[in-house]
């Protein structure tokens, strides 16, 4: 029985290598696995510049993605005790891209612009957005009402109506595709920076999650039971708040939103791991990696070479699910 958990991360290790693989494979150029390795192993090859400047970044930036939209989803869950919450959901994508689109439609004069600079307007933004569920939902952070959803929702419609004003009313017509293309959310804009902090915004999200499942597991129980057991329940929900707003906000940043993947990978591991967060973190994480790095490949297989908004297809396969969710 001790060998389960290692066979498992063994299969999802090997299935997300090759859905990685198989992701960087397609293009306007079609790559076969032996030219992948070759390229790897440092060889020299024609499309080594496409294949390490831009295919990996992508591929690696859509699995950092789904590690993170999933985790970041399983935690809202945990947060509001409901299958149904998830970053996109919630509002909190929505006011992260409204963040970086003040920025991109030059609302505000930025003299220094870095890579660091989106993720922090993003992170403000998805602070704002779940500052405005908190207005809306409830008054009390010890109380758990499904009203928290219906807020998540309003504020998400809120957000997103403001962002499509400010693309029409102030991008400039050559920029306004790139960015009504990046509202549905893309790997378009994909680069060695943005896979390296996304990178590393998932790597401390793993960490956190790991260090402090137990706390994530009290939080299920429900706010007088996680109080009679020690838990600072008002505490742990600021500080979850403030996670998710960070990571969510760091990525939406470079992919724009990316709607339902938070939802979905932790209802269907659940499935199978149970509720306990020490056996669902590294299983949640490693799913939404493989889900979303497939997607991408699905989208320029549908339409190649270039493929289509990634939060299309997500919304193809997510809607169904939410709706399924809603019924159950």
């Known amino acids: 029985m001790k060998q389960k958990p290692i066979f498992i991360y063994f299969l999802l290790s090997l299935l997300l290598l090759l859905v990685f693989m198989w ?15 070759s390229i790897l192993s440092g060889n020299t090859h024609p499309y080594a510049a496409i294949v390490t400047d831009i295919r990996i970044p992508r591929a690696m930036l859509a699995i950092t993605s789904g590690g993170i939209l999933s985790l970041t989803g399983l935690c809202m869950q945990t947060l509001v005790r409901n299958p149904l919450a998830d970053p996109y959901i919630m509002g909190v994508t929505a006011g992260a891209g409204l963040g970086v689109n003040i920025l991109l439609c ?25 500052t405005l569920v908190l207005l809306l939902g ?34 400039e017509q050559e920029k306004a595709h790139r ?32 260090i402090f499942a137990n706390r994530l597991d009290l939080l299920l129980t429900g706010t007088l039971t996680a109080q009679s057991l020690g838990l600072n329940v008002r505490k742990w929900k600021i500080i979850l708040f403030a996670l998710t707003s960070f990571a969510v906000g760091g990525l939406v940043a470079f992919t724009g939103p990316i709607g339902f993947v938070g939802m979905m990978i932790p209802h269907v591991v659940r499935q199978f791991k149970g509720t306990l967060h020490h056996a669902l973190i590294v299983p949640v994480f490693f799913t939404g990696a493989i889900y979303l790095c497939a997607c991408d490949a699905l989208t320029r297989v549908i339409l190649p070479p270039a493929g289509m908004p990634i939060g299309i297809i997500t919304a193809l396969l997510g809607v169904p699910f939410f709706l399924y ?4």
Do not use: Q
């Open 106 to 130: 030059g609302l505000v004069p930025v003299t220094v612009f870095s890579y660091y600079t989106l993720p922090l307007f993003a992170w403000a933004g998805g602070m704002g957005s779940l």
């Open 325 to 328: 969710l809603l019924k159950r």
């Open 179 to 210: 960015l009504i293309f990046w509202t549905f959310g893309s790997f378009e804009r994909a680069s060695p920076e943005s896979a390296f902090i996304t990178g590393i915004i998932a790597i401390l999200l793993i960490i956190f999650c790991l």
């Open 138 to 171: 409830f008054y009390h952070l010890n109380e758990d009402k499904e009203r928290f959803l219906m807020a998540g929702i309003a504020a998400s419609s809120i957000f997103t109506a403001l962002t499509g004003f400010l693309i029409y009313r102030f991008a």
């Open 23 to 37: 992701n960087v494979s397609i293009g306007s150029i079609p790559l076969s696995s032996r030219d992948i390795l």
